[in-house]
T-cell receptor
């Protein structure tokens, strides 16, 4: 299996632009997580899905952030409009189901907003 | 107080030294997870354990449920072990099996 796939790996954009991050979970995994990592705050859970349904989005910082999972093999995290304070590494992770804690992480997307 | 505390925050050691990273937690847990994040950024799962001890190569993880404490040991450390080591726990109170994350320990092994 290729593991969790994220794209792009690096994104540099100007303030105010829309940014879309993409994630393909491991085939057969039912849960998908979006995390943000910064030096100041460490790893933060933004939102997670079970069976394509958003379960907890309390970590989403504000309305500028939205996430979708239209099917079991694809999810997006969108920031519109982007701000410099959104600069971080965004990780996607997947796991087999609600009975398991073990998450498998993608390589991350390093976002820089200038 | 954070529910998951790691110590030390930073650790620098010489190649060959025995390394210990600690994780203490305040919640009842179902499982504890050790992960490794290299300078390049990728996060890799090392261990998941709920009791006793696990070993993989030069890495050993132990957990004491009564004391709510886990340790990650690295024997014969090598510069390639330089990374951030993160402890995360799965709370008994969370039926969704979310993880509660520690802040990480940054380890540097000097040649």
């Amino acid at each position: 299996d290729a593991g969790v796939i994220q794209s792009p790996r690096h994104e540099v954009t100007e303030m105010g632009q829309e940014v879309t991050l993409r994630c393909k979970p491991i085939s057969g995994h039912n849960s998908l997580f979006w995390y943000r990592q910064t030096m100041m705050r460490g790893l933060e859970l933004l939102i997670y899905f079970n069976n394509n349904v958003p379960i907890d989005d309390s970590g989403m910082p504000e309305d500028r952030f939205s996430a979708k999972m239209p099917n079991a093999s694809f999810s997006t995290l969108k920031i519109q409009p982007s701000e410099p304070r959104d600069s971080a590494v965004y990780f996607c992770a997947s796991r087999t189901g609600t009975g398991s804690y073990e998450q498998y992480f993608g390589p991350g997307t390093r976002l820089t907003v200038t | 107080k954070n529910e998951v505390e790691q110590s030390p925050q930073n650790l620098t050691a010489q190649e060959g030294e025995f390394i210990t990273i600690n994780c203490s937690y305040s919640v009842g847990i179902s499982a504890l997870h050790w992960l490794q994040q290299h300078p390049g950024g990728g996060i890799v799962s090392l261990f998941m354990l709920s009791s006793g001890k696990k070993k993989h190569g030069r890495l050993i993880a132990t957990i004491n449920i009564q004391e709510k404490h886990s340790s990650l040991h690295i024997t014969a450390s090598h510069p390639r072990d330089s990374a951030v080591y993160i402890c995360a726990v799965g709370s008994l109170m969370d039926s969704n099996y979310q993880l509660i994350w520690g802040a990480g320990t940054k380890l540097i092994i000097k040649p």
